[in-house]
């Protein structure tokens, strides 16, 4: 071969691989960043949560992958809508819903639909589950079979305006005990339980810290004193803030946001004394999830300590958030030592220490029963409850009256058993219709002859 044409074969030999180099470069690049990747949420979670979670996630998908990935977030309304959204849903699907994630509504929801086998395991790595404690004050913090994991832990109690309470020369309430006292008639709003899961919770805690019968007469006292039930718990914060109510049933970083608005000096928020329960809100994965990849680094994101810190450091710090700041517990311990001083949550639940023990289990069995039963008794009827809760205050609340106006129809073991039936529809709207029969002749019954 001659000299020019060795040359021009080196030549051509050069551009070919430089071709194919350039033509593997593209195609490579082309596979990593391939069709966008999917993940759907369904949670009842608020706004601010979606807007500060949802682009970190996405921005971490891509660092790990070099894929893009589109989320859908999906809400029914409060926790349970969207529990009963995905049960309604899993009765017509039984392999899947269409759906990867269910995040929020506290732990009962998701201990619901774990016995329910409506979750899909996945075992984090080891890296992130060591730092996380399994249990706090006796309470699970993740799944022991890794169908769910606590992303952040809320503590339960009330918001005080404390100007209010003054003006009305009212003492500050310390027990769940103190807000059944006939004093604070007019003065609490609750979120109605069979709506919120804050309010749901705060019903069970009230129901296993004292025995059955007398939690039922706390209950109704509460209740009676009671000017409104809201749809959501988001709403009772509002109505304490704007002075329409004294005392708001509250979870700790509604409270917290409020109190740090707000300021201390009008504002408080109370663990009571009596029961106070540190509770996760957790996240799983529902069964037959389409994108169970992308679910799973949605848990391993959740659960990382660099985005766990986001849920306390404040908007413009470091990992912070970008819009508003979250004030909620990480389920790492670590980080709440670490930047405690910087955040407006003040409560350090790795530290408390309560003699009571929520029972989980207990209150997962009562979940869909009790909200019936304090729909029937306490909220269906409450005019009608506060009507004679008025009459026999101005007798000086002679005490038969008041074992009538508590009473209850069934006792905690029979509620237990029939917790068992209640999916069966003609059982529990008998019951319900009986149970809303009794409230109505018992208060009747608590006035007659008066």
């Not at 807000?179 to 805690?205: N, T």
């Not at 129809?409 to 058993?417: F, V």
């Amino acid at each position: 071969m001659s000299r020019n044409k060795w040359g021009m074969y080196l030549v051509a030999l050069l551009l070919l691989s430089g071709c194919t180099k350039s033509n593997t470069q593209q195609t490579a690049k082309k596979a990593v960043s391939g069709p966008a990747h999917q993940l759907s949420i369904i949670s009842p979670h608020p706004k601010v949560v979606q807007n500060e979670w949802v682009p970190e996630f996405k921005k971490f998908y891509k660092e790990k992958t070099g894929i893009e990935v589109n989320v859908e977030w999906i809400s029914q309304g409060g926790t349970v809508e969207n529990l009963r959204f995905i049960e309604n849903e899993f009765l017509k699907h039984k392999s899947g819903i269409g759906v990867d994630v269910f995040w929020g509504g506290g732990v009962g929801p998701h201990l619901k639909l774990a016995s329910m086998q409506r979750l899909n395991a996945y075992k984090l790595p080891d890296s992130l589950l060591n730092k996380i404690p399994q249990n706090i004050s006796g309470i699970p913090v993740y799944d022991k079979n890794h169908q769910w994991y606590g992303c952040t832990l809320a503590t339960f109690g009330f918001l005080i305006n404390k100007a209010i309470l003054k003006k009305h020369n009212l003492p500050f309430p310390k027990t769940w005990k103190d807000l059944a006292h006939p004093r604070y008639q007019g003065h609490i709003v609750s979120a109605d339980p069979r709506r919120s899961g804050v309010a749901h919770m705060v019903f069970s805690i009230i129901l296993q810290a004292y025995p059955w019968k007398e939690a039922w007469r706390i209950l109704t006292g509460i209740s009676a004193n009671t000017r409104e039930y809201s749809r959501y718990a988001k709403n009772v914060i509002n109505i304490v803030t704007t002075g329409d109510a004294s005392i708001g049933m509250a979870i700790d970083h509604y409270a917290a946001e409020a109190v740090a608005k707000h300021g201390k000096t009008n504002f408080a928020f109370v663990l009571p004394k009596d029961a106070t329960v540190v509770s996760p809100d957790a996240v799983s994965i529902l069964k037959g999830a389409p994108n169970k990849k992308v679910a799973q680094a949605f848990l391993e994101f959740l659960l990382s300590p660099e985005y766990q810190k986001m849920w306390l450091l404040p908007v413009g710090a470091k990992g912070g958030p970008k819009g508003r700041a979250l004030g909620r517990i990480p389920v790492v311990s670590q980080l709440l030592e670490t930047f405690q001083a910087q955040s407006i949550v003040t409560a350090n639940p790795f530290k408390l220490k309560t003699a009571f023990k929520y029972d989980s289990e207990k209150g997962k069995r009562l979940w869909s029963l009790l909200n019936d039963l304090i729909g029937a008794l306490l909220i269906d009827n409450n005019d009608h409850l506060k009507r004679t809760w008025h009459v026999l205050r101005k007798k000086g609340f002679p005490e038969n009256r008041l074992r009538i106006l508590g009473s209850i129809p069934l006792s905690e073991k029979e509620a237990l058993g029939l917790s068992e039936k209640w999916k069966d529809p003609i059982i529990r709207n008998k019951k319900v219709a009986e149970w809303q029969k009794f409230a109505r002749q018992k208060y009747d019954a608590a006035l007659l002859s008066l």
